[in-house]
């Protein structure tokens, strides 16, 4: 979940000053100890961020760090994680520690239990958490030396496995031991300065528990040691903490709303698409009315780009395995690809080979093919740019753990375009390219966007150094001039060039990364695709490719939860549907949903034995933006009436004004649902 909290305008440096403590030099500043902008850490001059009772052998410049920035948010999060365990260890002392690091919006803790937490484990959890916080414990941090802290900790088998590793371990998530030392933080009681508890950790932490204003335990599951599923079975407990009561209660409102809009549940309410079992985890189907949406989305992007120039060809689902040995994809995304199939192979009575057999692919994506559509004949500089397009579908292995509706599936459909033109060409037609992806997304209702890049990563990539530097120059070139920001992705590139991706924030604020745009001097290299330039000379061309939606499957996960279900009319898998007031009222309203039919609007008539009222009810929640009810007056006086997703009418509307407002409306691909007031206000 999106944090929506602006975070505040950063605080001044401070000096610490040699010996003192930095909680010192903060009130010695008259900076806030406590509220929202209370100062919970501070970041040195290396930016490691540091407890407050920090205190520096010579003197230190220092930056306060404030409870509502997301720094200052990771470091209650992660002492909110520390007080769920001493709750855990308090309620269930037999429970084993694992570990328990801050998370995006929130923290966990793994534990090695004899049984799964229930909700109301929760509950009780939620409680003594409560106890101790308001208990205002100090955090206190201590050096141990190895064989001091194996002593201590004994018995937390999952804790002597991170001091043997001294190193601490891969997940950049976990804080448990790392550096040069190892350290132990103690929860402290106020009065009497005792140990009420304690955890191998590195920090830093709040100063006492106190400084939790605000959390709340979400749930439970079951988790593994390290994340290897060979190991030890866990229970984890997921949470989330934050700088106030307010802005828990922000975020909890939207989860809430997230949850309402979960593509999943109303993919099944609007009847839009499944995901039978017989099928397997990440296939779906599109039902009817998911079909008449998809079509939608496909025919209006199907149209830009033929106004863009761009050329439409098709290529197979599979693929010998040497096509995939050329591209280097066996090489670096095996994994990601389903098992080969071995076919064709032919055998002696015998058993023994007569004829060997060959592996087959299913493809993961349409690179490869489209460069062999570019090679099936001679290319003059005149071609190009060529922009070859395709609604190309492809498979790609996912894990089971990562399947997640129709926004990570195992097949998919991309709207895939390569993009083959000169050197000279290549900036240009990058910027024509981000211009054009930012347009269509705008046109499908997603307009808050940033650009991140993608660079190299240094163990998966093909091609030289140069050539990536001036690949990845160009694109950051590209990307600033479209005025948009810009954020770095150090190592996230394909293996074969740098992206620019393009992040759009839908209505809850979320982001989801959506157009990828990747430049690509390698593959052309591997699949020697030559055209012949000025001189007469064969020259090789610069290879863009670009996924617009990334998938139609995900981008249509994304707009379920943008609009909520309620799609813009020209997107509405039924756009009108006719209510009429009783039986005597259909031919009315037949002839005038008849006349939107002919003007290529999707409309019915539902003209079951079911009160009016209800079928107000059925299509409101089934969220159609127009609802077109008819009684006696209507007939006489040759009007319609219109009921709308928010609940307002519009009454006695001529049919002929009716017919041409409606028309109109779809005609402009409006994004907004309309209402009593806008749709009476066209003119």
């Not at 002392?93 to 923290?107: C, N, R, S, V, Y």
């Not at 079909?291 to 599979?318: C, M, Q, W």
């Not at 055998?347 to 559509?373: A, F, T, W």
Request: aromatic share 8%.
């Amino acid at each position: 979940m999106v944090d929506l909290i602006a975070p505040p305008a950063s605080a001044s440096a401070l000096k610490v000053l040699a010996g003192t403590t930095a909680s010192a030099a903060v009130r010695e500043a008259g900076l806030p100890t406590s509220g929202p902008e209370a100062v919970v850490v501070v970041r040195d001059a290396d930016g490691a961020l540091r407890d407050l009772s920090w205190a520096p052998e010579a003197d230190a410049e220092v930056e306060p760090v404030l409870a509502n920035t997301e720094d200052g948010r990771s470091v209650i999060r992660h002492s909110a994680a520390h007080v769920l365990a001493q709750a855990v260890q308090q309620e269930f002392p037999e429970a084993k520690l694992g570990i328990g690091p801050p998370i995006k919006d929130g923290f966990y803790y793994d534990f090695r239990v004899d049984r799964a937490f229930t909700p109301e484990d929760l509950a009780r959890l939620e409680t003594r958490m409560r106890k101790i916080i308001k208990a205002s414990q100090r955090f206190s941090r201590r050096v141990v030396e190895v064989e001091e802290a194996k002593a201590e900790l004994a018995n937390e088998p999952f804790k002597l496995e991170l001091i043997g590793d001294k190193s601490g371990v891969d997940d950049p998530e976990v804080m448990e031991v790392g550096g040069t030392e190892l350290t132990v933080y103690d929860n402290l009681n106020p009065r009497t300065g005792e140990r009420e508890w304690g955890d191998l950790c590195r920090g830093p932490h709040i100063p006492t528990t106190k400084h939790i204003p605000a959390f709340k335990l979400t749930r439970s599951s079951a988790a593994y040691w390290r994340g290897d599923q060979s190991r030890d079975s866990l229970q984890r407990i997921y949470g989330t903490a934050w700088e106030s009561a307010e802005a828990l209660e922000r975020h909890l409102a939207l989860i809430a709303e997230a949850e309402r809009r979960d593509h999943r549940k109303l993919g099944a309410e609007l009847d839009l698409f499944s995901f039978p079992d017989e099928l397997g985890s990440g296939l779906p189907v599109f039902h009817p009315k998911g079909g008449v949406l998809r079509k939608e989305l496909e025919d209006y992007s199907r149209a830009k780009h033929i106004e863009a120039g761009y050329e439409f060809v098709n290529t197979p689902h599979i693929t010998k395995s040497h096509l995939y040995e050329v591209s280097g994809h066996l090489d670096w995304y095996a994994d990601g690809m389903f098992p080969p199939m071995h076919v064709d192979e032919e055998l002696h009575e015998d058993g023994s080979v007569r004829k060997p057999g060959q592996d087959y692919y299913l493809k993961p994506m349409n690179c490869p093919m489209h460069n062999l559509i570019f090679r099936s004949r001679g290319r003059s500089y005149r071609e190009l740019p060529l922009r070859l397009f395709e609604f190309g579908s492809v498979y790609r292995y996912e894990k089971s753990g990562v399947v997640h509706g129709l926004t990570r599936v195992r097949g998919m459909t991309q709207d895939d375009a390569h993009i083959y033109c000169t050197r000279a060409q290549m900036k240009d037609e990058l910027s024509t390219t981000l211009q054009f992806v930012l347009d269509l997304l705008r046109d499908y209702g997603l307009d808050d966007f940033y650009l991140e890049l993608s660079t190299k990563d240094e163990q998966k990539f093909v091609g030289a150094d140069e050539i990536w530097a001036e690949a990845t120059r160009t694109l950051s070139e590209v990307a600033e001039a479209s005025g948009l920001t810009l954020v770095p992705d150090p190592g996230g590139a394909a293996f074969y060039g740098p992206k620019i991706s393009v992040q759009a924030k839908d209505a809850l604020g979320r982001t989801w990364q959506m157009s990828t745009i990747q430049l690509d001097f390698n593959l052309p290299e591997r699949f020697d695709l030559e055209y012949t330039g000025p001189s007469g000379h064969k020259e090789r061309p610069v290879m863009i490719h670009r996924a617009l939606f990334g998938s139609i499957e995900r981008f249509i996960g994304v707009l379920v939860e943008h609009y909520a279900g309620a799609f813009p009319m020209w997107l509405a898998p039924v756009q009108v549907m006719g209510i009429p007031v009783s039986e005597d009222h259909v031919p009315h309203l037949r002839e005038f949903v008849d006349s939107l039919r002919a003007g290529g609007v999707r409309a019915h008539i539902d003209s079951s034995d079911d009160r009016m009222q209800k079928k107000i009810f059925t299509h409101t929640a089934q969220k159609i933006p127009f609802l077109v009810l008819a009684g006696g007056r209507d007939v006489e006086a040759q009007t319609v009436s219109f009921r709308f997703r928010d609940g307002s009418q519009r009454n006695a509307v001529p049919v002929a004004e009716a017919r041409r407002l409606v028309l109109d409306w779809s005609a402009r691909r409006e994004n907004a649902s309309p209402t009593a007031e806008s749709f009476g206000s066209q003119g």
